[in-house]
């Protein structure tokens, strides 16, 4: 099956840093998205970007399809941006999601 | 508007009992799925459905059995506990639509002892 890489799989970062997160995948994608769990446990999803930048107040994600390689960029990050954040992928034809093993940030005061 | 509902939060079992995990979404999804995530490593899929009446195995489908006989509903159950089944639950739902965005629910937290 397709295989997904996050980097770095941990990041500690001073508040009002910027950060730029990285998942790489080993084949055709029809699908990706961008998830953060925060402390809680809880997953939210952050971006549907199988192609293209999309860009949400301080966050934004880059795919590169041809490349298979997406990335994330968190500027001036808060200590509210701590969590993990996952990216995930799917192939033509298929609905269901693979999951990288991915970043865990810190964001310290 | 709930989303995606899983219930119950917390759940401690012994080996060999069984339990259903309870999933429901109000977003008339006709995807949903559900994950199982241990520590420090990404979601595995357990089981899916793209309709009601249609299942499928997902990556790590032993031990578990799920049905979905409506839209809103998609329970997993849990045949015979193991320890190795110990592991926070997240079920999933998504559209058939061109943003496959996903909506997941706040998670099961199992532990069989």
């Known amino acids: 099956g397709i295989q997904v890489e996050q980097s770095p799989p941990d990041l500690i970062l001073q508040e009002g840093a910027n950060s730029t997160l990285r998942c790489n995948f080993s084949?055709?994608?029809?699908?990706l998205q961008w998830f953060h769990q925060n402390p809680w446990g809880q997953l939210i999803n952050l971006f549907y970007?199988?192609?293209g930048t999309k860009q949400n107040g301080r966050l934004s994600a880059t795919t590169v399809a041809t490349e298979r390689y997406s990335l994330l960029y968190i500027s001036s990050s808060q200590t509210t941006d701590s969590g993990v954040y996952f990216c995930?992928?799917?192939?033509?034809?298929?609905?269901?999601?693979?999951f990288g093993s991915g970043t865990r940030l810190q964001v310290q005061p | 508007n709930a989303g995606v509902t899983q219930t119950p939060k917390f759940q401690v079992l012994k080996t060999g009992q069984s339990m259903t995990l309870q999933c429901a979404q109000d977003m008339n999804h006709e995807y949903m799925s559900w994950y199982r995530q241990d520590p420090g490593m990404g979601l595995r899929l357990i089981h899916y459905s793209v309709g009601a009446g249609i299942t499928d195995q997902g990556e790590v489908p032993n031990g578990y059995n799920v049905s979905r006989s409506t839209t809103e509903d998609f329970p997993l159950r849990l045949l015979s506990a193991a320890p190795s089944q110990t592991s926070v639950y997240f079920c999933?739902?998504?559209?058939?639509?061109?943003?496959?965005?996903?909506?997941f629910g706040s998670g099961t937290r199992l532990t069989v002892v």
């Open positions: 084949d055709s994608v029809n699908n």
């Open positions: 999933a739902s998504s559209s058939g639509g061109r943003n496959y965005g996903y909506t």
């Open positions: 995930a992928v799917s192939q033509t034809g298929r609905r269901a999601l693979t």
């Open positions: 970007i199988p192609s």
